[in-house]
């Protein structure tokens, strides 16, 4: 009986995330696994994370809305459509959201969930490609500035300048309600994320921070954070989701799907069942099986012969019949009686030749398979190997 | 092997019948066994048939010898 741990739960998250180009799919699971190491606890973790295979439907379900509109001529995985405005996958907004949940199951402090947002866009950025170089700009001023959340908002309040990424985190904990923190503020999503807009100033940045936070609540989100859709188990996308109970709301009886016996292996499954010989009932069923086997042989020998010599007669006897029946006689009566006994001959040399096959094939075969199993069931005997 | 008994007796039971239909046909026609056999040993097919059942019988004592002794 053993328990999931990281690994194996990235492994599984792997093999079922195969669908998404290998890219994607390795940035999902490097998401995954800096979950996994900044976490505390780790069987907490996965358990806020229910499964492999819910979190495979977590991304699928921000991926799969993508992956339609792909062609099969479309050379660039990176469709438009793919992205937001900064240039970031939904998949990716979908971890985060499942990160945030992760990281709010487990008690982490808001300050520390702040001071982690701007790090991790930043970083995702630089993964992007050479051709995203210039939107990934702010977000490296952000990564730069992740060390001393602090200074680069008073900084951006202070001069105007555009400071993406530290400036919105600032917002809801001061209460000073400073016009170039409050719109960025509900932006939670946003946070860290290199908004163009918000280089034309963080008034500027505010007014496009609203259209965010709704494009941010249509990212696809983990079932629980719409009930309707994961009582209906299904999308329009065709995938389904599996109902989660309320945080808060579970119930004992309704044990999630991260309990012990999950992915455990039955270990006497994998033991290899391996059959050893008694080898003194071998030798004597030997000594007893071969002579009687012979014997048996011999006897059944016998009416198979028999069996064949009667076709072989009985066709010899239909063929004379019949050219004897074309070359002498003139009567087309006695012609019909003679072709009619001859046809009664080759049925009889016909059925007889059939029972002789029988017997050799059938009969004689299935005594020596009869014995061989004979063989298997009384001398050996079957043991367990690890 | 069941499947081919199915078959194999089907055949038969065709054949036979079909047999019988030509000997009553042929008896129905006007044809007379006392006929048939005379004009038969004059063909010299009983002397055939009896030649060739002696034969069979040889063969299966030659055998019967060989395996079981005189």
Not at chain 1, 63 to 72: A, I, K, M, Q, W
Not at chain 1, 209 to 234: F, H, I, L, S, T
Not at chain 1, 336 to 357: D, E, N, P, R, Y
Request: with cysteine; hydrophobic share 45%.
């Amino acid at each position: 009986m053993t328990s999931i741990n990281k690994q194996k739960f990235l492994a599984e998250l792997g093999k079922l995330l195969t669908f998404m180009y290998e890219e994607d799919r390795l940035r999902a699971i490097g998401m995954y696994s800096r979950m996994f190491e900044e976490a505390r606890d780790e069987q907490a973790l996965i358990q806020s994370l229910i499964s492999p295979t819910r979190q495979a439907v977590v991304v699928a379900r921000a991926y799969n809305s993508n992956l339609g509109r792909l062609s099969l001529t479309s050379e660039s995985k990176a469709a438009p459509e793919d992205r937001d405005e900064n240039g970031i996958p939904d998949y990716v907004h979908a971890i985060e959201g499942v990160r945030e949940k992760a990281w709010a199951a487990q008690g982490f402090p808001e300050e520390a969930l702040a001071e982690e947002k701007p790090a991790e866009p930043a970083a995702e950025k630089a993964e992007e490609p050479a051709a995203e170089a210039e939107t990934s700009e702010p977000a490296e001023a952000g990564s730069e500035s992740e060390p001393e959340a602090d200074e680069p908002a008073e900084e951006a309040i202070g001069s105007g300048e555009p400071e993406p990424a530290a400036a919105p985190e600032e917002a809801p904990e001061t209460s000073d309600g400073e016009a170039g923190e409050e719109p960025a503020g509900p932006d939670a999503e946003k946070v860290g994320e290199p908004v163009a807009e918000e280089a034309a100033g963080p008034a500027e940045a505010g007014s496009e921070a609203e259209p965010e936070q709704e494009k941010a609540d249509e990212v696809p989100a983990p079932a629980e954070d719409n009930p309707e859709d994961a009582a209906e188990k299904k999308t329009h996308e065709g995938i389904e989701y599996f109902t989660l109970p309320e945080e808060g709301k579970e119930t004992p009886e309704s044990p999630t799907l991260l309990d012990e016996n999950s992915f455990n292996v039955d270990s006497d499954a994998l033991k290899k069942i391996r059959r050893k010989p008694r080898v003194f009932a071998l030798i004597v069923y030997i000594l007893f099986a071969i002579p009687l086997t012979i014997c048996a042989i011999a006897v059944l020998l016998i009416p198979a012969l028999l069996f064949l010599g009667l076709s072989i007669a009985s066709i010899i006897c239909g063929v004379v019949l019949v050219s004897t029946a074309f070359k002498g006689f003139a009567v087309f009566a006695d012609i019909m009686v003679l072709l009619g006994v001859s046809l009664v001959l080759f049925a009889f040399g016909l059925l007889f030749l059939w029972t002789a096959i029988w017997f050799i094939g059938g009969a004689i075969v299935g005594v020596v398979h009869g014995v061989a199993v004979l063989c298997e069931k009384w001398c050996y005997k079957e043991v367990l190997e690890a | 092997m069941r499947k081919m008994w199915r078959v194999i007796l089907s055949i038969v039971l065709i054949l036979i019948l079909i047999g019988i239909i030509a000997v009553a046909v042929g008896f129905l026609t006007g044809a007379d066994s006392a006929r048939i056999y005379q004009t038969a040993e004059n063909n010299n097919l009983i002397n055939l048939i009896l030649r060739y059942y002696d034969w069979i019988v040889q063969v299966v004592r030659t055998y019967w010898t060989a395996i079981f002794g005189s």
